[in-house]
């Protein structure tokens, strides 16, 4: 037993594993940060490429295009990385997309104008989505069965310390063209999975098999599930990503004429990553004692509520809003969280790859058409509280879809 014990700690291919493991979390994080990065220094950086002062409503329109166009590239990425993982390898595809969304962050230091931005931002969440889809099965494809749900989830929760990361930048960085130079750190990351991480094994078998015919994802059987997973999922990221993309600017419109809202909107960014995190990790243990459906539709009861105290009944800025967004973000992290586990299991496995990604890239569409009318919304709703209180309605809608799908079988206790 102590030999095998010996055997396992010594083995190569286990440490090669927890190599590539920690460089898919830290592009991870980075994906994080990056993805939140134009959302803190968005009231800041618009003005200053129009060399210009500009109206709450301008400001709404063109951070729309922009926010709208990396959820686009985002969409774009997962949908095709996914398909080019499975032709050339997961590392290459994963050194790839992480140089990708690193070499766009770092031009947006020299971008002339926002139309440029928006290009940059669009190739840049074509690297995110690439990188979040691609690691996910590659660690589930390298790592042993029983722990491998440990490392899956703490790979998700990677996701939000990136944005108390973005938060940080802000604190320390006023100027927001160097807070894009952290461009370089992916691009880094990038050569080092390139050179460090093994290819997996499991991709290298079945590319070879590509002549089986999978059961289809469109069949009567699998219809239903594949549609409620992409309402679901959809909504939850038009909410999510609608709130995330514009908390910012709104607590800005809170503040006094003249205020710079620095610390402000870097905290606030910090309490949203920070509620995420703690989310992503309660929410295992909320779905072993309740079940999956129990646990998504109190969340989404919670971001309803939570969302009406935060956008109705705050028309300054204070500390209260502190509070308040820590809440929503908790709730926030545990549907991610859930939804990690919940939509997979709404397929057979010889399609859940496939079916999930579906419902993923799908969803983002969704989300990316609804932030790009927010700028509409703040304009015929009369500010930014109004337009965001909007964004509860997507989780009401998710609320209700996930109580009438059937509830699968997510019974953790016998994955050991």
Excluded at 11 to 30: E, K, V
Excluded at 157 to 185: D, E, H, K, Q, Y
Excluded at 206 to 224: A, G, M, S, W
Excluded at 349 to 355: D, S
Aim: proline share 4%.
């Amino acid at each position: 037993m102590e030999t095998l014990e010996l055997h396992k700690v010594n083995n190569p291919t286990l440490t090669r594993n927890w190599i590539a493991f920690g460089l898919c979390m830290l592009s991870y994080i980075l994906c994080g940060t990056v993805s939140t990065l134009m959302s803190v220094y968005l009231p800041v950086a618009i003005p200053d490429l129009l060399k210009r002062k500009v109206s709450q409503a301008e400001l709404g329109e063109i951070g729309a295009f922009v926010n709208a166009t990396f959820l686009y590239g985002w969409m774009f990425g997962g949908l095709l990385f996914g398909v080019i993982s499975d032709r050339i390898g997961r590392t290459k595809t994963l050194a790839l997309t992480t140089g990708l969304y690193g070499v766009a962050t770092c031009l947006v230091v020299i971008v002339p104008n926002w139309y440029s931005l928006m290009g940059l931002r669009f190739v840049a969440g074509m690297g995110v989505g690439g990188v979040l889809l691609v690691s996910t099965v590659y660690i589930s494809e390298i790592w042993e069965k029983r722990t491998r749900p440990v490392m899956l989830g703490i790979l998700a929760v990677s996701f939000p310390i990136g944005i108390v990361a973005t938060g940080s930048l802000n604190i320390f960085f006023a100027a927001w063209r160097p807070a894009f130079g952290l461009g370089i750190i992916p691009v880094v990351v990038a050569l080092l999975i390139l050179f460090l991480t093994p290819e997996s094994n499991s991709w290298q078998l079945t590319k070879t098999q590509l002549v089986l015919d999978p059961e289809n994802i469109f069949d009567k059987r699998n219809r239903p599930n594949l549609i409620a997973g992409s309402i679901i999922f959809g909504s939850v990221l038009i909410g999510l990503w609608g709130i995330f993309s514009w908390l910012p600017t709104w607590v800005q419109s809170l503040l006094a004429a003249g205020e710079d809202g620095q610390k402000q909107r870097g905290l606030t960014m910090v309490l949203l990553g920070l509620g995420g995190i703690t989310g992503g990790i309660l929410s295992g243990f909320l779905i072993r004692n309740f079940g999956s459906k129990r646990t998504l539709m109190f969340t989404f009861s919670g971001c309803i509520v939570i969302c009406g105290l935060l956008f109705i009944t705050n028309h300054t800025f204070s500390n209260v809003i502190y509070l308040e967004t820590a809440a929503l973000s908790l709730c926030f992290g545990i549907s991610q969280g859930a939804l990690s586990s919940y939509i997979p299991e709404l397929f057979p496995v010889i399609i859940r790859a496939t079916a999930t990604g579906f419902c993923f890239n799908i969803g983002r569409f969704f989300t990316a058409t609804a932030v790009f009318f927010i700028g509409a919304l703040v304009t015929i709703l009369g500010g930014f509280g109004n337009a965001l209180m909007v964004f509860s309605i997507p989780f009401l809608i998710a609320l209700a879809a996930a109580w009438l799908i059937k509830d699968p079988d997510t019974n953790i206790k016998n994955l050991s």
